[in-house]
């Protein structure tokens, strides 16, 4: 008897390193998911996760808990959790029968955060390998802290960190600098925002570090560095606050573009609405654009403008 493959169903795998935003995402992006009229399911793959603030249809810590597997097997987290994801490869029936009883969602799936499951350990890319055999279209949403560009030597690890990611994971990919509405925090930045997000001439970040006396003696290990992210071309990022609407659009266009989903007429109408609903208290984007036009070169468009071209 031939079997019907199941339909195509999409989604986002939404990674990055601990305390990058990755389950206040999954929760703001459900809420505005929903709002648009999309059927979202949220699956928790992060046996450390505890206490979710969002309604999760498929969680994996029924399956295994990072504290029963550090308990039985003596392990520390980084090893633990390593398990924990092998563990999840080994039963993947388990996953296949959990996620078969919803069907026409849009999934969303919350990783755990440990950056060598993405660098070079195999277990969650052969999961996502797995979900794409099982007919998903996924794109990969790595969240950054956007205060790591204050820093150039934070931000150079962070753009190998995310090139690696991108390597190493195969799927479509998208990365977001969380947090906007903190980016300053720990400073002001040293080049225009667009310079962080398009992953402009690093030379200049180089000349940057050179500055710093701890740096200078690692003036060409720095180099060869910028020279292997700059010769792949692969790095660039979308600035997000969660809390504001036209950010959160931004995004979802992005990762609606990476992964093949279309917008409905119906979500491109309530989309409209909600545009032409969100104005003065209920619009927080203002904060965000405030510390974005600090960093927009003069003659450039701003976000808002570019919003209004699409």
């Known amino acids: 008897v031939m079997t019907t493959a199941p339909s195509l169903r999409f989604g986002q795998v939404v990674i990055g390193p601990p305390g990058s935003g990755k389950t206040t995402y999954c929760q703001g992006m459900q809420e505005f998911l929903t709002s648009l009229g999309r059927k979202v399911v949220v699956v928790n793959m992060d046996p450390a996760n505890e206490g979710l603030p969002y309604s999760c249809a ?9 504290d029963d597997v550090m308990e039985g097997l003596k392990l520390g987290p980084n090893g633990g959790l390593l398990y ?84 190493h994971v195969e799927l479509p990919h998208v990365n977001i600098l969380s947090k906007m ?20 001439d690093l030379t200049y970040l180089l000349d940057h570090l050179a500055a710093d006396p701890f740096f200078k003696k690692f003036r060409q290990l720095n180099e060869k560095l910028a020279e292997v992210i700059q010769d792949y071309s692969l790095v660039s990022f979308v600035p997000l606050n969660v809390q504001d609407k036209q950010s959160m659009i931004q995004v979802l266009r992005a990762v609606d573009k990476a992964n093949g989903y279309c917008f409905g007429d119906l979500e491109e109408r309530n989309l409209q609405a909600m545009m032409s609903a969100a104005v003065g208290a209920d619009f927080q984007f203002n904060s965000t654009l405030g510390v974005q036009e600090r960093y927009v070169e003069p003659g450039s468009k701003t976000v808002e403008e570019e919003m209004m071209d699409l």
């Open 58 to 66: 498929v969680d994996i810590s029924e399956l295994v808990t990072l």
């Open 84 to 167: 924990c994801m092998e563990y999840v490869e080994a039963n993947l029936d388990w996953l296949e029968n959990k996620l078969k009883q919803h069907s026409d969602c849009y999934f969303l799936f919350d990783c755990p955060g440990q950056v060598e499951l993405y660098t070079h350990q195999s277990s969650v890319k052969n999961i996502f390998s797995q979900l794409g055999k099982w007919n998903f279209r996924l794109a990969a949403v790595h969240l950054v802290d956007s205060h790591y560009c204050a820093d150039p030597a934070k931000f150079i690890s962070v753009l190998c960190t995310s090139l690696s990611t991108m390597l």
């Open 181 to 200: 509405d903190l980016i300053e925090q720990y400073g002001k930045l040293a080049f225009n925002l667009d310079f962080y997000t398009e992953v402009m």
